[in-house]
């Protein structure tokens, strides 16, 4: 049995707890960015690209069975970190878990100032578009 | 003269903050300036004691707000050598002061066929507003190139120039890259070839020095906010002719002379360009900034800037694998650069951290990126109250945050 999207939220806060300066989180943050595997290029589309962020940003989204599985990349590795991070907690739940999810993770690492409108590098947008899919896949 | 920097520091209450736990290092000056206490000062003082409507009024207040406004006119004047205060047309800005001509210098003089010319450097703000007024009157926009160094090609330039070419808008500086373009030069073959010239100075008004007549300048734009004033101000300068031939912009109160439903008759110069009630505050506090500056000088000013630039591009060139993006041999005090393997908005987050605010992204200058084959780069840009010990500071958090991202 998967972990909830709740479950996945507290063990992320449990590990960055660990850490007692930027640096360590943000050495960890890049690490995860290094870790999450490229997106094969065919998904690399003018359609999978997320608009507001900076640096380039895609996202592809894939049913299997009920859950709705995420894959994504970005140039900037931070960035990348941050979607690994969102893809951990949403990716492999179903469409209707995906869109009610609350995630209140990314204000307890201390990660929110990513999620401010004027941030070009767009969390806020990606949080966005993943509950865009589960919207529209919901739908079909 | 010499400067006695940490005493002018003091005169920017901003600067004296720590960020996310480290003093701040204000590296993005090409963005916006910051404010010395005296023309933070004179917008409180304005809002506390003077504030009223200007011209219209006969009393006390709008006297005293008139009189501090038209004064700031007047500075203006002065600042940049204007043969007169009605050719100091005041905007909201930079873009405003671009729009305005590109509405009606362009709407009266271009024809199908005709030429503007711009440059690989431009802001998407004197790029865009060509582009629009050009769309609509069939005009044709043709793009001086530029060298590997960011320098203008002059023999393209001049190739470019025919009696087809009925305006050339370049900026005198390069936001992004910092590029001081040869404008003397470039306005004398404009005008060989009966072209009137437009020039951007958003980047060159606080550091180089200005006279629209000496360098026979037509049309001279730029923003308060990167001189150290308020936001929402800029300046329009126009040679006498031209502004009168123009048509108005906006219409509205201020501008006009006479309204009746059969018609309505223009203001004079300024005032058939200024629409409405002005950003009184904001005008009257650039005084405040164009007085903080002349008792400095302007040339006092730049021999700063111009060491810290030396110094920055000298301790950056020992980082391997970072590249200066724009190395013209007469550049203001921007540094653009990139790193190997690294995207810039890495950067950008991790010296936030630091403290530390410089810029990256395109800089509004797609165009150029494009040229360089580059999607943004990262850019410190630094102002005379930025010292050397904070470039030290700068350097040492580049490598830190390299390290972390390699
Ligand atoms: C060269 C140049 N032109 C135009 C502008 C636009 O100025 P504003 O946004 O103040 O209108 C800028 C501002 O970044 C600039 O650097």
Known sequence: ?140 | MTLDIQKIRADFPVLDQQVNGSPLIYFDNAATTQKPKSVIDALSHYYALDNANIHRGLHALAERATTAYELTRTKIKEFINAPSSDQIILTAGTTGSINLVAQTFGRANFSKGDKILISNLEHHSNIVPWQMIAEEKGAIIEVIPVDERGVLDLEAFRNLLDASVKLVAVNHVSNAIGTINPIAEMIQLAHAHGAKVMIDGAQSIAHLDIDVQALDIDFFAFSAHKLFGPTGVGVLYGKRELLESMPPYQGGGEMIKEVSFEGTTYNELPYKFEAGTPNIADVIALSAAIDYVNALSKEALFTQELALLAYATEQLSTIPGLKIIGTAPDKIAVISFVIDGIHPQDLGVLLDKFGIAIRTGHHCVQPLMKRFGLPGTCRASFAFYNTFEEIDLFVKALRRSINMLQ
């Open chain 1, 1 to 140: 049995m998967a972990q909830s999207i709740q479950e996945t939220q507290e063990d992320l806060i449990e590990e960055f707890g660990l850490f007692d300066d930027w640096a360590d989180k943000y050495e960890y943050l890049i690490d995860l960015g290094k870790k999450l595997p490229n997106l094969p290029e065919v998904f690399k589309t003018e359609e999978n690209v997320i608009k507001g962020c900076q640096s380039r940003v895609w996202l592809h989204a894939d049913k299997q069975g009920d859950q709705i599985v995420f894959e994504a990349d970005s140039e900037a590795v931070i960035v990348k970190g941050l979607i690994s991070m969102l893809i951990r907690v949403l990716s492999n739940h179903t469409a209707e878990e995906i869109m009610k999810a609350d995630l209140y993770f990314i204000d307890q690492i201390g990660m929110s100032q990513h999620l401010a409108q004027t941030r070009s590098n767009g969390l806020l947008s990606m949080v966005k578009q993943m509950k865009n899919y589960a919207l529209a896949f919901s739908a079909k």
